[in-house]
């Protein structure tokens, strides 16, 4: 009834467009939250490096008395021990995305799914691209996760004869993505595809191809649904035939169901995969939220 | 310490040929490198990719070259720049009800752009030269400021600029005169402009003076504090003016622009032949910095001979490779 | 007696120019031997060979009749040979009994035994008349204290060969007194001492041999004894020297400069003053009296109160540039820290006072270089090569390079504090007459110096300054050393005074 | 005479208790804030956390304090602290089949970093005081060397520790003795010894006369060139101490392992009242300055008071803040 909660929610900090969506969801959720359970108090600590979110982590522990956590690790491995040392304390605890690397320790676990993310885009190129076809790939920041998203993509067109060109790192981001795609559109006459692996990256890529006038030659498979990607979409444009989602709101979802775990008797444990879909410029409507800053 | 001095000088002719020479080695090298990679290397295209895309951190290094020249440091320009950017959209899409989407918009941008440029270098010349406080500290403060501004202004994602005002705006960056893009032309004539004034005015004789020795500078009538101020707004208005050059390229401007332009600009000034400790600056050192820090980046991206992991390891070796050449210099400092 | 210290033809070239033109030259114990010569003549460039600071380009050097080359510092000083630079050689930041020590810590175990280094510290500055806290900043010293250290430091190493540059150069009379009675001392001692000085009084005063050195040739090793201080002169310059001050110029009526109430806070207490137009006005005192700080105040380069007119108009405090718009110049004594750009060239430091004279927009190259060739004829200033760093000169000509820099920015009243430091007799007696000559052209002029024969052959009127006020004023006949002595030292003002 | 030496000493003890308090009381302000927003700030809990958590760039930044004094910089610490870790866990996880899990592993491990950074300094010291290449460039070089080489090591991921070996490491960093956790005695023994070495021994002193005045101090028979690359390689030993801190506690290292370290170690320096541009170093002051900056993080996340996106902008004003009361000694420098 009147008994009060408090809940630590630490995440990456807005480093990148999807990191950016996902804190705006973060803080959208909390504020509804709190209007609606005025029982429910929220700390978010947004975390520049695993280090600080550890640190984080602990403030949240040993000052504010939280009764549970909602993290999306920063890395995997060194959120680790701390956290199994806050669910030790009797914490519940939600983890988002990126797993622990020992299981069982939190008590929900909210994610979306890298491999899905790789599998689905590389599905579309080897069902549209065929023997001897080029493609460049945009990697994110080298991270476990841009591994598996990697992975499961070469995974899904091994055998499709498709050949990739090259591979860097655009970070996830906008400007360097443009400067590596710039580098690879003088490097390579023929380039029939691209995977930017994210809409932040498209986006550079997308100006890129364009000043280099080969808009013709080319499409481009960006990920995670950034909205002005899938307006583009919406509005039918032809080098952007699909995305693929990878929803910063899932963030939204670990918050609000620990919430409800935390304020009612509703069991909300287990583990919740949002899968990775594919969006095509039919179904593109359903993915368009004009309000998210992502 | 006569001696000294004239040790210093005595190696100085050969001295300078070397710390001359040395960059542009590094650049002539990098650039046979290239050509021999990539047959696409010198190519119209390729060259103004690569000479375009210098221009942002080109314009500010080059105002970097002053504030360490007369002594100083600025950790917040990346920042600043973003800040920038992102003041610059917001007040563009703002104002394309009154003033619609056009030439007068754009002009209302650049100089909301210069403007905020120009005040951002005036509190850091202000706190660091009037108030006196360390320019690292006060620049590290100001890096974190105006970053997490821009993170808050944009909500933490990206703002945008308006689609048509960014179609509008685009040629900004990627038309250009005879053949050469707008940035390049206008780093060529900031790069120009500052060469002359660090080496024909008084103002860069002063910067040049008061980063040799603060006290025989103040011992001389030179306005020690203003020169120093000047210096920050100086920077200020360039990074103001990368901006311009930047928002058309992309439209847009999060917190995660920027980051690391200031390590950037630096190593380009230093790798010119500017003296960290202040005393001794050249413009077009710093060209030549930031040009070579730029080809690296294309011939990794050309080349993808080793592992992309690696090639911050590559970077590395390059840049203390192209300062090796002009170790001899050392003395000076 | 043998010699400690001895060279056979020693060459020294900096790039191409030969600035030693093999020298032969010896050192025995237990003689002061006198290094005179002019203004780049080669002096310095020699005691830095013989204290291992440079190598030779050729020629040898013995030590004990062995020839030697010193790797580095640390192999002269092992050696028992230590030097006191022209130049000062200490770490500003750092404080006196740290730079007395540098290089030398006493230690007790792993840790410094500071307790040691500061009562032997003071001692040795005790030694020397100076009272100085060994834990001050050396920055926070005044330029003679600072010379002092430099002293305390070289004496405090046992010195078998103790080779001073010019150690008298910043420093008063009595000082003086004090340093020559510690020379003494040494000789008696059996070390070897190598002296040079452009005060030839002194030179007679102590040394046992004099060499001359000229434009890097060695002229004449000779006995002190009967070696006159007008010969020495001679020698040095290489031709007859006439009377040393030209006459006084007679000052105007006009009062150009008016102090009123002037306080330094710390320094100086409520100095007033007049200055009239066409004058030599001559400010004497002892070291720390505050003659500097007064004339830092009166420009604006120190905060300070009180009133300054120039022409009736008063200036803006605190502002160096509208003394300087105002007619008002003035010339620091400390050449190093203040007065050059050692690492730029010539050109630049010489112009940078003046800098609006030659272009508001873009600097005229052409009329900067002519202002050099003008500086270099008008002043002596003797540099091989027009390009070198204003560091690479020597001490002397770095001095005129410093006087030519004040006077390009055509100062209607001058104020130059220490104007002939560390230079040669045959240039003093050319700075006296261009002194003399801006003064009959209607300029004004201030000398402060702590060399009074200097001040006495000069000024038509001296201020003497003592403990931070002025402490009197003389004219004409009244203006001998004893009266201005006994006024800085405020004999009569206050009786059974120590300073 | 007298009047001088009086004067000069008054004015002395005047800037130097400001010069001194300045870092002092802003701490104590912090402290202060910390403890009215939440009672449990000053728990046992909270100021183990803090005070461990500052022990990483606590004791890099002691080292830091003897490279900035001697007049260097140090840029790549926390790209070295990176790759130290996962040389150090690669090493441990290599030797699990031969050592077994236990003491012996450990002290192996230990070994392994304490080596690796002590190689990594003397290879940053050998570039910069023999090679002669300004040391700016040195480190920013090796920064980019060790981030790309760790981000190789571990194939883009993470190199994590063995899992029992990793239970039986992690006591290192969450014990400790009589109630005061490992990494903190650590830390104060760390800070003491670098407190002991700076003001009384004559490394300290030649540290000082060498940033303050190279030539000086080489006249002075300071082994000038022993000195500063003695300065980088106490500072790489550091790091090594830092990361056998490190590794229990998060049990992994990645790429991202200690981003901006350096700018954080070196804010610390200069926040302590360490002069940048070398001469005067206080390793006391350094610790005060890691303190605060650690102090700030905690309190922001003890308040939830404003926008985390605004934390950025808190922290810097609050960095020049905490300088802004020393400014008198601004003349010192
Ligand atoms: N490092 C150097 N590079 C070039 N020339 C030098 C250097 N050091 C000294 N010289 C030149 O060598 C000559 C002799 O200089 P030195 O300093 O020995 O003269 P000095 O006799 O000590 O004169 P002063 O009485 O002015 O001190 C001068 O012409 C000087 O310019
Ligand atoms: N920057 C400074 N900070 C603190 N004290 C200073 C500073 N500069 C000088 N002083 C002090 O002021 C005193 C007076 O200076 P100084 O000896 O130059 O006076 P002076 O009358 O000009 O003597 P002289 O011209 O004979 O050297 C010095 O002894 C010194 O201790
Ligand atoms: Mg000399
Ligand atoms: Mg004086």
Known sequence: QDESYTIGVAIPSATHGFMGGLNYHARAAIERLEATYPQLEFVLATAGDAAKMVNDIEDMVATRDIDALVVLPFESEPLTSPVQAVKEQGVWVTVVDRGLSVEGIEDLYVAGDNTGFGRVAGEYFAETLGEGDNIVVLRGIPTTLDNERVDAFNAAIEGSGINVLDMQHGNWNRDDAFNVMQDFLSKYDDIDAVWAADDDMAVGVLEAIDQAGRSGDMWVVGGAGMKEIIQRMMDGDPMLPVNVTYPPAQIATAIELTALGLVSATPVAGRFIIGSQRITPENAEQYYFPDSPF | ?333 | MSAVLETRGVTRSFGPIEVLHGVDFSLVPGEVHALIGENGAGKSTMMKILGGYLAPSGGTVLLDGEPVTFPDQRAAEDAGILMIHQEFNLALQLTVEENIFLGREKRRGPFLDRRAMQDEARKLLRRLDCHVDPGTRVRDLSVPNRQMVEIARALGRNARVLIMDEPTAVLTGRETDVLLKQIERLKAQGAAILYTSHKLDEVARIADRVTVLRDGAHIVTRAAEGFTEHAMAEAMVGRELSGLFPARPVPGDEVVLEVEGLTVPGHVRDASFKLRRGEVLGFAGLVGAGRTELMEGIVGLRPATGTVRVNGVPIRPGSVLSARQAGLVYLTEDRKEKGLLLGKNLTENLTLLALDRFGRIAIDKRAEDRALTGAIREFDIRAKDRRMPAGSLSGGNQQKLLLAKTMLAEPRIVIIDEPTRGIDIGTKQQIYEFIAALAAEGKSVIVVSSELPEIIGLSARVVVMGRGHIAGELTGAQITEDAILRRAMGVGEMAGADA
């Open chain 2, 1 to 333: 310490m006569t001696d000294t001095t004239a040790t210093t000088g005595h190696r100085k002719g050969r001295r300078i040929s070397l710390h001359v020479l040395g960059p542009v080695l590094a650049l002539i090298a990098l650039v046979i490198l290239g050509a021999s990679l990539n047959s696409n290397f010198l190519s119209y295209g390729n060259v103004t990719n690569v000479l375009a895309r210098s221009a942002f951190i080109g314009i500010i290094a080059v105002g970097m070259t002053f504030v360490i020249t007369a002594g100083g440091i600025d950790l917040s320009v990346g920042s600043m720049a973003a800040f920038v950017a992102g003041v610059m959209i917001m007040a563009m899409n703002a104002m394309i009800p009154t003033l619609g989407v056009g030439v007068s918009l754009v002009m209302a941008g650049m100089a909301v752009a210069l403007v905020t440029g120009f005040s951002a270098g005036l509190i850091n010349g202000f706190l660091i030269s009037k108030v006196g406080i360390e320019a690292f500290i006060v620049t590290l403060g100001s890096m974190g400021i105006y970053r997490s501004l821009t993170t808050w202004l944009a909500d933490g994602g990206t703002l945008s600029l308006n689609f048509d005002a960014r179609s509008f705006y685009r040629p900004v960056y990627y038309d250009g005169l005879f053949g050469i893009a707008w940035p390049i032309i206008v780093f060529a004539l900031v790069a120009i402009l500052g060469e002359l004034a660090m080496r024909k005015t008084p103002f860069g004789r002063h910067c040049a003076a008061l980063g040799a020795n603060e006290q025989v500078a103040k011992y001389s009538a030179v306005k020690v504090d203003r020169v120093r101020m000047a210096t920050y707004v100086l920077l200020g208005m360039l990074v103001g003016v990368a901006t311009i050059m930047y928002v058309p390229r992309l439209g847009s401007a999060s917190g995660s622009t920027g980051v690391l332009w200031e390590l950037e600009a630096i190593a380009a000034v230093i790798i010119g032949g500017t003296v960290l400790k202040g005393g001794f600056g050249r413009v077009w050192g710093t060209v030549v910095g930031v040009l070579i820090l730029s080809l690296i980046d294309n011939i990794l991206n050309l080349a993808s001979i080793v592992s992309p992991y690696l090639n911050g390891a590559i970077q590395g070796v390059i840049v203390i490779l192209a300062v090796v050449l002009q170790r001899e210099g050392k003395s000076a400092d």
